[in-house]
């Protein structure tokens, strides 16, 4: 009976190494997988992506268009607005050729602060004023949904803490990296799309005028 | 050579063991002083910890062979404490986990605690195979 439970507690000690031993493989693997997940970095060349270069573009016409308009509080609140959309952080990254998961999450940290926080709120809120009732109305909705686009963005990026984060199966659907850059450009291209739009709206006004 | 390596694999478990509980100590001081928690509440965290070094201790004490002769065991050993040091490295100093940036701490609080649960009980399950080993062999251990 002695050497059967002296057996016994030798299995259940080989046994529970073996559990642990598999287990720690396990994490070990999974940690250096999701390093090399975590690190991963997207190439682009700024020059000839055109997604970006559709931005730079409208951003472009915007401050064109803005040199036609004589100096008044609208052309002072979409000047604003355009050096919130040309912020520092969309600065640095295009003399980057490589971005990573850091780079999406100060360019939307960089979009809620400066254009949500300051363009939407403290420009483009008189700006509408100015507008018709049903343009204002689309101009309200379409600020709206801008607001929240990039928040999923922000929960993913929160949540690369995680092991389970972006696992090869999901790359072939999501890159984060990619993926969220473009996610968030689009955020910053609607928005200039709309200070394109009152622009032209008020340049309108000013050739009917003369 | 097995034997060589085994002797070495045994010291190298307690040189892990005492670094990678420095480094959890390190990481759980730093989380309770930003939380204004006291230390005592993170007892349990170093519980496994404190009793694997007990263990160890009394096998040198007692010259238990089993322990000393198993390579599996303090292979294990040293791979868990390995691990521990690793998850606290990449706590610390691994720069492309947001929560780290958001934050503000310099360590990755939300990762160290996701990844302590499971390194905690792998540290009882060595404690109890090293229990189990010691009563396998019996006096003659």
């Not at chain 1, 998961?101 to 100015?130: G, M, S």
Request: hydrophobic share 45%.
């Amino acid at each position: 009976m002695r050497s059967f439970l002296k057996t016994y507690c030798n299995i259940m000690a080989q046994s529970l190494l073996g559990i642990i031993f598999a287990f720690a493989s396990f994490y070990f693997i999974i940690n250096l997988y999701h390093q090399q997940e975590v690190s991963r970095t997207y190439s682009i060349s700024f020059e000839t992506d055109r997604i970006t270069q559709q931005f730079n573009t409208t951003l472009q016409s915007i401050e064109n268009n803005l040199t036609l308009l004589p100096d008044n509080p609208t052309k002072n609140h979409i000047q604003k607005c355009v050096s919130s959309l040309n912020n520092q952080v969309m600065q640095d990254i295009y003399s980057k050729q490589k971005i990573d998961i850091r780079d999406v999450y100060y360019l939307r940290e960089a979009y809620e602060e400066e254009v949500i926080n300051q363009c939407f709120n403290q420009h483009l809120t008189p700006l509408l004023e100015n507008q018709s009732e049903s343009v204002q109305k689309i101009l309200n909705q379409e600020i709206n949904y801008l607001r929240n686009d990039t928040s999923y963005v922000a929960k993913d990026l929160l949540n690369n803490s995680s092991f389970y984060y972006n696992t090869a199966m999901a790359l072939t659907v999501k890159d984060n990296v990619r993926d969220g850059y473009y996610e968030v450009l689009s955020s910053y291209q609607q928005t200039a799309l709309i200070l394109d739009y009152l622009v032209q709206e008020e340049m309108k006004g000013v050739d009917s005028s003369l | 050579m097995i034997s060589i390596l085994n002797r070495v694999l045994y010291l190298l478990k307690m040189l892990l063991l005492i670094f990678s509980f420095g480094l959890t100590f390190y990481i759980i001081l730093f989380m309770n002083q930003r939380l204004n928690k006291d230390l005592i509440e993170s007892i349990p965290v170093f519980i496994p910890f404190i009793t694997l070094l007990l263990i160890f201790v009394i096998n040198i004490i007692f010259h238990h062979q089993i322990i000393q002769n198993n390579f599996f065991y303090n292979f294990v050993c040293c791979f868990v404490f390995g691990l521990i040091i690793y998850v606290c490295c990449r706590t610390l100093f691994d720069p492309y986990m947001i929560v780290r940036i958001r934050q503000g701490y310099q360590m990755n609080f939300t990762y160290f605690s996701d990844m302590m649960a499971p390194l905690q009980i792998m540290l009882y399950g060595l404690f109890i195979s090293n229990i189990l080993f010691i009563l396998s062999k019996g006096k003659e251990a």
